[in-house]
């Protein structure tokens, strides 16, 4: 199974006496036992299997197998959320004194814990600029212990060299972290370049019909024995559900991605070729500054196109209400386009020199470009920057 895409489709747990094909959902909080033996045997870890879905089970164990598959990673831990996965992956890793250094431009609850909750537990990290990869070894600390980072960055899709990241980290002896939700498994794998951690949201394109959230944390065994351990007495585990669903939906990630990605492609071409000549970012653009790179270390430019209305905040919100086909919801990596403005959503808790500073301008309109017709899709934008003017 050399292929990704067979990867994605024939990854799976051994079928049951009733011979099923397509996996069943194990809706169970428990497992029993054979025999008392058994019971303590699976209990002091001498055995594999099941004991308690908190711990484990058969639907969140075939996710991460597919993932791992999918990843080039050896283990991994299924969460009920992105930020399960990303807090679980740093809290079950670092101990008070200890500092992490991260790309300024991170999620927003992500920024959360790394601003609000980590210092409470005398956690402490330094944000380092995502335009300025060179003052970044300056910023390692004697107690650095991880390197967190997303790439592409939300919502500014500016990229972080992975080649160059992961031989900083392996330089310094760090764990390299890094949140794949933008990118996915199937246009990006972090783990080739020497990434610990993989953390995803499979809230977005995992899923990519905007049903369920979920998370995942991959990387080796060694790391994932201990993130496990944490996991199974804190309790951040996925659904049996959810597990089922998102192993459904990874069966055609790299059929929705290859759409996703031709359709943003082509938003993104149709909004620079526009005559009031929009600042347009997306990673397969020429025009974008790290162009070369992404074609690098992506497979393709992914499914989300950012770019600036000349005319600040009152054209953009004029831009979001004059839409009609895309939806106006905070999530993203749905078969549905998206809109959103994020400097007053997703990231309106930052401060105006924090946005600033992530390439957010009140203008700025970020499009998580679905699966319509393309030309659906670009004749809604067509018409809602024409209303806006
Ligand atoms: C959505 C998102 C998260 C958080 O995931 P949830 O599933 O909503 O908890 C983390 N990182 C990135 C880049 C995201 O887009």
Redesign the pocket.
Known sequence: MSHFETRAVRTQAQPSDFREHSVPLYLTSSFTFEDAEQARALFADELPGNIYTRYSNPNTSELIEKLCQMEGTEDGIATA??????FTSMAALLRSGDHVLACRS??G??HQIFTQIFPRWGIGHTYVDIHAPETWEAAIQPNTRMIFV?TPS?PALDLIDLTWLGQLAARHGLILNV?N??ATPYLQNPARYGAHLI?H????FIDGQGRA???AILGSRELIKDIRYFARHTGPAMSPFNAWLLSKSLETLAVRMERHCSNALQLAQFIEASPESFWVKYPFLPSHPQHALAKQQMRLGGGLVSFELQGGLARASRFLNAIKLLSLTP???DSRSIVIHPATTTHSKLKEEERAAVGITPGLVRISVGLEHPDDIVADVAQAIEASR
Do not use: H, P, Q
């Open positions: 959320s992105g930020m399960a996965a990303m991170v999620f609850s992500t997303e939300n949140d939700c933008f953390t949201s499979a809230t977005k959230i979920g998370g999530n993203l990596g």
